[in-house]
């Protein structure tokens, strides 16, 4: 998201909460008008520091997932999707569990009588809620479609807390499916991805796989997005040219677009920078190219990137005429369970039985299983298609009967004698049939 953008967003915020007073009846000259006028300011600026907050603290755990997955091959996921879907697990977190995730996911803070404090769930999710609504947008309207869609599929009778799915639900807009997940898990794992499918026009497909949830599983929590746009300077087909893509892997032959036009540009000693708009010059493709002559590898700059570099390269574009040649192609990227990524990023209590979700139900039992993510891409000479879809899948700790020994998984077996203790024999069995 440009800085544009994101002051477009801000706006919009304050000029709901400006018009409120208004509305309250308050009469021109009435002090009490110049008292809520006074008030909805400072509102109107906690709004909009929020909301720069969020999208800066989300820019960089977009960054550092991105370190995270980047390794051989070809990668394309979308973070605002990742984060939107934890930012509702957040939400039902509690102690340790929710300020690992909320520091993990760069939710913005406060400072208060001199310590720095995160800010409520509530204005964390009424940001996620600002910036979703400011997203939205239809070809006839923008020039560009960007959709993004929650939902929570819940088991049926568990008694969830109302105050949090009127949270998710007021802010964004996740509606509450009821589920059976323990006696039809693969029917309800079928809805949910069929649900993905219609969000994202088919382009996520099977989010979940078999597997993916059991008759443990509580809720599912689901953000999907769609965003398909035209460039606003086309590629000509005529133009289109077979050619040869240097890959870590080898060369390649490869269709690659050329364009001759003015573009916001940066280019250093170590990178170029290329900004591409989209019909309604409200998003664009920014496309980093390390220099070939350059020390500094694609590997290198990646584990470099920050926030800090990005407004760098910003900064710096300025219009210019520029050739582009840019290869056509389209990739989908996952299912990926991305829980270890999360581990290691800082979210360790979420997962295990120290979890504390007890804003979901009032109780303990809740942690989060795996967390599913797939992403498609297509670049063409018209522009670009993408969607991603993320599914945070909560479980609740199994009860065990302390009598009931069912040896139905991997196991290891040994015979020994009694009256020595001495071992004879040792195996595991961790197949049949």
Known sequence: MNVTRLAGLAMLAATVILLAPVEAGCEEGDPAANTVTAQASATVKIERDDLSALVA?????????????????????????????????????RGATEQEMAATLGFPTETIDGVET?????????????????LAAAPETRGYELNVANSLWGQESYPFSYSFLDLIDSNYGGGFNRADFINNAEMERMRINA??????????????????????????????????????????????????????????????????????Y???????????????????????????????????????????????????????EVTVY?????????????????????????????????????????????????????????GTEAAAATAVVMKRLAIRDPNVFRADRPFMFLIRDNATGGILFMGRVVDLG
């Open 57 to 93: 603290g989300s820019n960089d755990f977009a960054f550092a997932m991105y370190g995270r997955l980047a390794g051989d091959g070809n990668l394309f996921f979308s973070p605002y999707s990742i984060s939107t879907a934890l930012a509702m697990t957040a939400a039902g977190a």
């Open 118 to 134: 995160p800010i409520s769930r509530e204005r964390v999710a009424e940001s996620f809620g600002q910036l979703q609504e400011g």
């Open 195 to 264: 649900w993905v499918e219609d969000e994202t026009r088919e382009r996520i497909q099977n989010l979940i796989p078999p597997g993916g949830v059991n008759s443990l599983t509580t809720l599912v929590l689901v953000n999907a997005v769609y965003f398909k746009g035209q460039w606003a300077r086309q590629f000509a087909e005529e133009d289109t040219q077979d050619d040869v893509f240097h890959g870590e892997s080898g060369d390649a032959t490869v269709p690659l677009m050329r364009l001759k036009s003015d573009f916001r």
């Open 266 to 320: 940066y280019v250093d000693s170590d990178v170029q920078v290329l900004e591409m708009p989209y019909s309604g010059d409200e998003v664009s493709m920014l496309v980093v190219l390390p220099d070939e002559e350059s020390p500094m590898t694609l590997a290198a700059l990646e584990s470099n990137l920050s926030s800090e570099m990005l407004d760098g390269w910003a900064a710096g574009l300025s219009e210019q």
């Open 326 to 382: 840019l290869p056509r192609f389209e990739m989908t990227w996952g299912t990926e369970n991305i829980a270890d990524h999360l581990r290691a990023m800082g979210i360790r209590t979420a997962f295990g039985a120290e979890a504390d979700f007890s804003g979901m139900s009032g109780g303990r039992e809740l942690f989060i299983g795996p967390v599913f993510h797939k992403a498609f891409v297509a670049v063409n000479e018209e």
